[in-house]
């Protein structure tokens, strides 16, 4: 469970003992049911990770709502986007393994995150991650509910394919951008869970060139 469930959940649990001692007990039913949810909606299952090679899996559980092609510096990227309801896990995975190149944390709205426009304008965590799949990003999108996006690592740091990076709080979204010559396992509509769901497959990137000797040059 993710630490924050146990705060909310004691201050409920102590605003509930509060009410019962203090008014009529029935009063208490409320916080009660209210720690109960947040207790459960903090969640964290364990996941089984893929192993695959070049494999990119769902950076958070829910359902795949837009699958698109765009175009980013002249090369073509497909991005899948991912609603998380209020009764989804929001725990965030990591889609690749590799090294995080940037990240960057853009402030903006909070519409429906199920709409085009939130993709841009919606409040933001955006993280780059150089990996065997290429140049993977992910977008942890704010909703209309969402208003805490967390995210615990930093730029420099090593990340397993699956590891858990951080959360949204509440319905959100979570968008995925990666080199479209990966093989989709996917189709929209399909409901995914973080770190388990395989979303594609990227082909084995180009091996650099060798670099020769000296003495193989004379």
Do not use: C
Not at 57 to 71: F, M, N, R, W, Y
Not at 82 to 95: A, E, K, Y
Not at 157 to 170: M, N, P, Q, Y
Request: cysteine-free.
């Amino acid at each position: 469970m993710v630490r924050d469930g146990i705060y909310y959940g004691l201050a409920l649990l102590a605003v509930a003992a509060l009410l019962a001692w203090l008014t009529i007990p029935a009063l208490a039913a409320i916080p009660l049911l209210l720690a109960a949810f947040f207790l459960w909606f903090f969640r964290d299952p364990e996941r089984r990770i893929p192993a695959v090679q070049g494999a990119i899996v769902s950076p958070a559980d829910g359902k795949i709502t837009d699958i698109s092609a765009l175009e980013e510096n002249g090369e073509r990227r497909t991005r899948i986007s991912i609603f998380l309801n209020v009764f989804d896990v929001h725990v965030n995975r990591s889609p690749v393994s590799g090294v995080i190149e940037a990240v960057e944390y853009h402030n903006g709205q909070f519409r429906n995150a199920m709409g085009a426009a939130s993709a841009d304008s919606n409040e933001q965590n955006v993280v780059t991650i150089r990996s065997d799949a290429g140049r993977v990003v992910m977008k942890q999108i704010a909703g209309l509910l969402a208003r805490r996006i967390v995210f615990h690592k930093q730029a420099g740091d090593t990340l397993e394919r699956g590891e858990r990076v951080g959360l949204i709080k509440f319905g959100s979204r979570t968008d995925v951008i990666f080199p479209a010559t990966a093989e989709m396992k996917v189709r929209v509509g399909d409901h995914v869970q973080g770190g388990s769901t395989l979303l594609a497959i990227a082909p084995p990137l180009p091996a650099a060139p060798r670099r020769r000797d000296v003495a193989e040059v004379r």
